[in-house]
């Protein structure tokens, strides 16, 4: 009753009907081809998708709610047309319906998101959940009166899935319009998830499996096997209900509950599987597959009632869920995609058994490499290991689960090929004959051999992560042949203890616990390193055998400089080989009384600076030697646009910022490595309106831990302020109650350091009854403290707070380069804000007089109504401290060059300086 490859071109049962001509083969190439596109689409995305907001959601969505529901609609219908005996109603024609309508709502839905058009996104979800109806329809009208085999039965799996569809696609809709209620908007969240992978998608997977698995392994089904997955169907639909449920009463248990009962039903139908797998082992890269899909799907089942139930709060449920979405989507969908397209390539393309043996040669291509090499690079992404070796990892699982794609346009060609062989009449009057070519697979080992290779370029990336170079510190002193093992802790930005006194001559090892609320890690001067600890991490680092004092310190951007040093003395050493003065190293400047400094309630680390944060020697001027002010920008420079759009009207802003380590110039000539939202520093202006909903996603895309704070939201910092480790992201949402200009910034400390090196941006909270103008412009000023060349900000410069540039909008005089317009006459309003993260700024436009004056949220000059005072008076300056803010306005009398600065005058010549080039 099923569709068996190596039963070549002739079908067991008449083609599907449709208009006369098109064959099985032609239509399951034309229908399959969408499923191609989705998955290249998604392979697109997945190598560009640091330069794309919402590249995980969008991601997520062109593989499953593309691909593999285009799959899901295609092959179902096929396999419901085997189980039953009889062709759906409609048939071809209407299958390429309920096809084009569902692609269409996919897009819809994607562009309903992307434009944040509540209505478009309403109306695409509304077309895919139509779909899913339609095709439980016809499932069930295409029952009656079928033959209604032993297999009949299992038709059902199929409209359970259509209804859980139609149920995903409601939830997902109700998740687009972005209640303010957090708690709802992830309980939602949860419903959607469960309704769409557990239900539509896992429903639909397991049933197919019932008669695909001992299909793919070429044997027979264990009796029983349909009486066990009907029965397991009533409990997965069951697991369904309950986490459906559980998500809308936000009752986290009831969640768990639910994945419990489906995994129940999972065992209850995988059992006799199992026993045929026992039997006959799999041995070809779709049976390898589907076993590996069925494994992560059980795993992710287990772990999204476990988050779920385990979470502090729903809103903190949804954001430990996003490690699950790698696992659902490659390894789980994506992977039993690309599993049962390799088996069915020969139904897609036909052409008789030499045809067929040619297509699963080419289907089953390295099989046990390419398997090997994606599930174990998806181990290796859901593991806290550095954020290179997932990078390299994860692109390596890309490449293995696209190999599909190149796979099966060879077994395209190599059809093309042997049908005109077989068509060629000299070819034809013999097959040659001979021993069959030896052929060469590449197993397990070259799948280990790729990952090995990933996770060595990762690491050779950062090797600082990966505790490499380990030096001595014997210094010639003879072994004593006894441990010494300390356990070290941290409090605030101190190790505790903070010196370790050793015996001369003794083996030290040292157990560091990460107990404070950062990522710390421990370098040596030997080189020696436990790598980054992560809260709660413990690590052992061999020191070998002490014979001098040795120094150690946490690498992290600016933590050294806070005081995180350890040093370890060699207690009995002699001459040399001791300390500096020979003591015992009590009065190291490490502060050994433990004092801390204060933190920021949840913050992580900053960057890799084990040469002393990138500060420059005396005889090394490093970036700062190559600053020439007087330099013009190269040919490519572009200023950064301090244009400001009005806002937009909208009510609720979901805005992604993406954490970047970029290399930028900060002057010409000069390039600084920037830590950025969004590739640039500084970040994006938002906008909006006193109780406007600012929903922002931060994704840390970086090589270190990054967080953000809003000053234009008020509450509790603990989780939406919390620093996230490379790879990770959160949701921060907050209303804005207050008007005025607000600072953004990264608050991973040492905060100075983040901020420095380009952390930060600026949200306009318009005041009531705010005038138009005829230009608008906003500007930032901020420090720059040069460190090495293309290296990060210089720690003890800033320290010391001594900045090389002083700038606006994050390039010296870059308004000189590149001047900003207005019109004699026209009312014109400039927005600043200082960012520090120091310095302060007293902004100044040479000749003009500012007639309105709005600073922290209140107008000190003009306003509505005068409510500034005096419609006569004016000012002439803007003065702000650090994260400060506020507008000017002004009217320019004649054409002519108007100098803007801070008056802080060696600031302005330092960089902060422009021009406003005026016309009549």
Known sequence: MTTRPDDGAAPTRPAPPGRPGLDRRTWHVRANAVVVAWFLAAFVVAIIHRWLPESTWLLTHLMLLGAVTSAILIWSSHFADTLLGRPAPGGQPFMVVRLAVHNVGAIGVIAGIYTA?????????????????????????????????????????????????????????????????????????VGHVGTMLMGFVGLT????????????????????????AGRALWVLVGGVVVVGAGALAQVPAVVLLGTLVYLVGIAMLVRPMVTIARAKPPRSFATFSATCAVAWFALCVLALGIVVATAPDWPAAVEDLGILRAPFAAGFAGQVLVGALSYLAP???????????????????????????????????????????????????????????????????????????????????????????????????????????????GVAGDPAAAGLGAGSAAADVAGTGETTTVEVSVEGMRFTPSVIEVPAGNELVIELTNTGTDVHDLVL???????????GETRTLDAGVIGRDVEGWCSVAGHRQMGMTLDIVAVGATGAAAGVDGTDGSDSSAGSDG??????????????????????????????GLLDLQAEPGEDFTAHDAVLPPADGAEVHEVTLTVSEVEAEVAPGVVQERWTFNGSAPGPT????????????????????????????????????????????????????????????CSTMPMSMHIANGMFGAVIIDPPNLEPVDREYVLVQSEVYLGDVAGPADADKIAAEEPDLVVFNGYANQYDHEKLVARVGEQVRVWVLDAGPSRGSS???????????????????????????????????????????????????????????????????RGAHGIFAVTD
């Open 117 to 189: 058009n509540d209505v478009v996104t309403a109306l695409g979800g509304g077309l895919v959940a139509a779909v899913a109806l339609t095709h439980a329809g016809v499932v069930l009208r295409q029952r009656r009166g079928a033959i209604m085999a032993r297999f009949g039965k299992l038709s059902l799996f199929y409209v359970a899935a259509g209804l859980a569809l139609a149920a995903g696609a409601g939830f997902g809709v109700l998740l687009a319009r972005r209640t303010t209620d957090a708690a709802a908007q992830a309980g939602l969240y």
């Open 205 to 228: 997977v397991l049933g197919t499996l019932v008669v695909l698995w001992p299909t793919m392994l070429r044997t027979k089904m264990v009796p029983g096997a349909p009486l066990a």
């Open 347 to 457: 139904v897609m393309l036909g052409g008789g058994p030499s045809v067929v043996r040619a297509v699963n040669e080419e289907m089953d291509r390295a099989a046990l490499a390419r398997v090997v090499t994606l599930n174990l690079c998806l181990v290796l992404f859901v593991l806290p290991l550095p954020s290179l070796v997932r990078v390299t990892t994860s692109m390596l699982g890309l490449a293995a689960l696209a190999s599909f794609i190149v796979l099966l346009a060879r077994a395209v060609l190599a059809r093309r090929r042997l049908v005109r062989r077989r068509d060629d009449d000299v070819l034809a009057t013999g097959i040659p004959t001979g021993a069959p070519p030896v052929r060469r697979r590449l197993g397990a080992a070259w799948g280990v051999g790729a990952v090995a290779v990933a996770v060595v370029l």
């Open 525 to 535: 001067e030997t080189g020696a390193t436990t790598g980054r600890l992560s809260v």
């Open 595 to 624: 004092s801390a400094v204060e933190g920021d309630g949840g913050t992580h680390a900053g960057h890799d600076t084990s040469d002393g944060a990138g500060a420059a020697g005396p005889d090394d001027a490093g970036a700062a």
């Open 686 to 745: 938002l906008r909006g309106t006193v109780g406007d909903v600012f929903e922002i996603t931060l994704v840390n895309d970086g090589t270190i831990g990054h967080s953000i704070d809003f000053h234009a939201g008020a509450l509790a910092p603990d989780r939406p302020m919390r620093t996230i480790a490379p790879g990770e992201q959160l949701t921060y949402r907050f209303t804005a109650t207050r008007s005025g200009i607000w600072m953004y910034h």
């Open 843 to 909: 902004f100044h436009v040479i000749g003009g007089q500012f007639d309105t004056v709005y600073s922290e949220g209140a107008y000190l000059l003009g306003g509505p109504e005068d409510a500034g005072g005096d419609p006569t008076g004016g000012a002439q300056v803007l003065p702000l401290v650090a994260a400060q803010g506020g507008f000017v306005e002004l009217t320019f009398p004649e054409a002519g060059n108007y100098p803007f600065t801070s008056h802080a005058m060696v600031d302005g010549e």
